[in-house]
C-alpha cells in the first residue's frame, strides 16, 4: 500500500472513529447502548483468537522444545548419573552392614577359642603354583601376617597362609586337594585328616574326612572340629570344620572315610581373619555353633476323630428314638427240619405249666414219702396222718 493523502486520510478517519467509540463507551458505563455491539465484537474475536492459539500452539511448543532440549539433555543426565551414584552408595551401605555382621561373629568366635586375629578383606581369587583353590586378602607382613598361619570365617575354618606380602597374602582354602588338616570329632579323641576335594567335590564344596581308627562309629550329623597342629602352625586347635554327611563302609580298609560339608561357605567369602597368636589352652568343643533345634512333630489331624465322634453320636441318637434293637429268632437243625429255638422255648414253658399242678395234686392224694418230712402248702402245716394238731 503505497503512503499516499488519502491513504492517511483514512487512517486518520479509522483512529477518530475509534477514540470516539472508547470515549462514548467509557462515560456510558453501565448503560446497555454499545452492549450488544461490544459483546458482538468479543464473540467475534474471542472465536478467532482461540482458532488461532490452537494452530499456533503445536508450532511454538515445538519451537520452546528445539530451544530447551541441550538443557532437557543435560538435566536427564545429570538426574541419571545422581541415581546411578544413590544406588551405588545404597549397595554399599548394604554391603558395609554385612560385612559389619560377619566382622562381629568372627571376632565372637575368636573370643570364644581366645585366637588373637587379624581381620582381612577377600580382594580376589587367583592361582599359585602347587595349589588350585587360593585367594588374595588385603592383609600382609606390615599387619604382622606370617606363612603357615590360620584363616577364619565368621563360622569356621578357612585354610592357611602360603604367600606373604607386604600388604598382602595367599590362602590356600580348606577345599584344596593338595591341603590337609588333622581333626577330630566333637565329644570325643576319636583323630582323622580331613583334605579337599577340588572340583571333585562338586558345588557342594565337601571335603574328606579320614578316620585313622576304622572300628570307631561315625553317622550322619557327626560334626568335625580341627585338631590342631604342632606349635599351632598351621592349624590351631578347636576351629569348627564341618557336619558329616555321607560314610563309605568300605570293609577291609584301614581307615574309614566320611564326607563333611564345610560350615564355611566358600564360593561367598567376603571378611575372613587370621590367627597371629594361638590360645594357651585347646579350646575343645567350646566354638562350634550350637546344635539346631529338632523339628516339632506334626500336630495329628484330629478332624477324622471329630467326623467319626459325630457319626457315632448320631447313630446312637437314631437308635434311641428307634428303640432297643429287636432279636431276630434263632433257628435249630433237627430230624423234623429247622424250628425256631425262641417257639421252642415257648411251648416247653407252656407244658410245664399245665404239668405243674397235676403233679402237685398227685403228690397230695399219694401222701408223703415215707421218712420225709410232709410238705407245706399256702403257708399252713401239712398233716402228719396221726390226726390232731398239738
Do not use: C
Request: no cysteine.
Amino acid at each position: 500500500m503505497r503512503d499516499t493523502r488519502r491513504a492517511r486520510l483514512t487512517l486518520g478517519l479509522l483512529l477518530a472513529v475509534a477514540l470516539i467509540l472508547i470515549t462514548v463507551d467509557h462515560r456510558a458505563g453501565n448503560d446497555h447502548v454499545l452492549g450488544p455491539v461490544r459483546d458482538f465484537a468479543g464473540a467475534v474475536f474471542g472465536k478467532a483468537e482461540r482458532v488461532g492459539a490452537a494452530v499456533t500452539r503445536p508450532i511454538t511448543g515445538f519451537v520452546g522444545m528445539l530451544r530447551d532440549a541441550p538443557t532437557a539433555r543435560r538435566v536427564i543426565t545429570d538426574l541419571r548419573k545422581e541415581n546411578a551414584q544413590l544406588r551405588d552408595e545404597l549397595s554399599a551401605q548394604r554391603l558395609d552392614r554385612a560385612r559389619v555382621e560377619k566382622l562381629d561373629s568372627m571376632l565372637g568366635l575368636a573370643g570364644l577359642g581366645r585366637y588373637r586375629v587379624v581381620p582381612a578383606q577377600v580382594v580376589a581369587r587367583r592361582s599359585v603354583a602347587g595349589f588350585e583353590d587360593t585367594i588374595e586378602i588385603d592383609a600382609g607382613s606390615g599387619d604382622g601376617i606370617r606363612p603357615d598361619m590360620t584363616v577364619l570365617s565368621d563360622v569356621g575354618l578357612v585354610g592357611r597362609i602360603v604367600q606373604v606380602g607386604p600388604v598382602s597374602s595367599t590362602v590356600a582354602l580348606l577345599t584344596d586337594p593338595a591341603l590337609s588338616a588333622g581333626a577330630r570329632l566333637e565329644g570325643g579323641n576319636e583323630l582323622g585328616v580331613v583334605s579337599g576335594l577340588g572340583e571333585a567335590g562338586g558345588g557342594g564344596n565337601l571335603v574328606r574326612f579320614r578316620l585313622l581308627d576304622s572300628t570307631v562309629p561315625i553317622g550322619v550329623g557327626r560334626r568335625i572340629v580341627s585338631f590342631g597342629s604342632q606349635q599351632s602352625r598351621p592349624y590351631v586347635p578347636g576351629v569348627p570344620i564341618g557336619v558329616v554327611e555321607r560314610v563309605d563302609n568300605t570293609p577291609g580298609e584301614v581307615t574309614r572315610t566320611a564326607y563333611a560339608r564345610p560350615f564355611t561357605n566358600f564360593s561367598t567369602l567376603d571378611v575372613v581373619s587370621v590367627v597371629v597368636a594361638a590360645p594357651k589352652r585347646d579350646p575343645r568343643d567350646a566354638v562350634l555353633p550350637p546344635k539346631p533345634a529338632p523339628p516339632k512333630p506334626p500336630k495329628p489331624d484330629r478332624s477324622e476323630d471329630r467326623q467319626r465322634r459325630s457319626s457315632l453320636e448320631a447313630e446312637w441318637a437314631r437308635g434311641a428314638e428307634e428303640g432297643p434293637p429287636v432279636a431276630a429268632p434263632r433257628e435249630r437243625r433237627g430230624r423234623h427240619g429247622t424250628q425256631a429255638a425262641d417257639g421252642e422255648r415257648q411251648g416247653a414253658q407252656e407244658r410245664y405249666a399245665v404239668e405243674e399242678p397235676r403233679s402237685a395234686r398227685e403228690t397230695d392224694s399219694a401222701g408223703a414219702a415215707p421218712g420225709r418230712a410232709p410238705r407245706e402248702r399256702d403257708g399252713a402245716p401239712a398233716d402228719d396222718g396221726r390226726g390232731g394238731g398239738n
